[in-house]
């Protein structure tokens, strides 16, 4: 397998506004697009067109680790302008964190994330925090059993009014404060599949949510909550 050890190496801009992940012959390249310079992973062929930057490999990108942060404030500056990422050609079976990957990304409309394997990810802290634009995200092929912490994970995201997180396993979670703190447009939640057995941290984890009217929580059992 070729495998991303450090995100770093890819050489991600900050003032991006489209970021692509795939396969050369899935992926129509604008007429113009120039060899971007800035990426260092030998099995990867990166371009630039404008703020557009594509990275193209024939085999699976495949990413190891930490993907802390990737797309913000570890970076010189805030991915504020992004607007697309395709993630076609992006493995995340050695991922085992994504603690911020977006956070801050205020022009992301909608993320398809149904290809991302979650199996050994630990933590999803802060994730989608202060997307405020997020209106859509495809979470369906989440596996979370073995998360620990989804602390803030989508606090800030005011366009979104359902997430569907009824695959989520929160068996192993502990931290579930403000996961969806400052949701102003969230209208609904089924986290009737939730087991909250080992949570110890549940504090304004609605705060904010003033269009909620609907909540199914009938199975939560906070008896290890802290606060």
Do not use: H
Not at 53 to 63: A, H, K, P, V, W
């Amino acid at each position: 397998l070729n495998t991303v050890s450090s995100f770093s190496g890819l050489g991600l801009q900050p003032s991006s506004t489209k970021i692509v992940f795939g396969y050369p012959n899935e992926v129509d390249l604008p007429a113009g697009a120039e060899i971007y310079t800035g990426c260092d992973v030998s099995f990867i062929k990166a371009y630039k067109y404008g703020n557009e930057y594509y990275y193209l490999s024939e085999d699976e990108i495949c990413m190891s680790g930490s993907l802390d942060y990737m797309f913000s404030s570890e970076r010189s500056a805030y991915f504020e302008s992004l607007s697309s990422v395709d993630f076609s050609n992006f493995n995340t079976e050695a991922v085992t964190n994504m603690i911020g990957m977006f956070y801050n990304c205020k022009s992301l409309p909608s993320l398809d994330l149904s290809g991302f394997n979650t199996a050994n990810v630990k933590y999803l802290a802060c994730m989608f925090e202060n997307c405020e634009k997020l209106a859509s995200v495809d979470l369906s092929s989440f596996n979370t059993e073995n998360v620990e912490g989804i602390n803030f994970m989508f606090a800030g995201c005011k366009k979104l009014q359902n997430i569907d997180l009824s695959a989520f396993n929160t068996a192993k979670i502990v931290g579930m404060s403000s996961v969806f703190s400052n949701c102003e447009n969230l209208t609904s939640l089924d986290l009737s599949s939730f087991n909250t057995e080992n949570v110890e941290s549940m504090s304004e984890m609605f705060s904010g949510c003033s269009s909620l009217t609907s909540i199914d929580i009938s199975t939560f059992r906070p008896d290890k909550a802290i606060d």
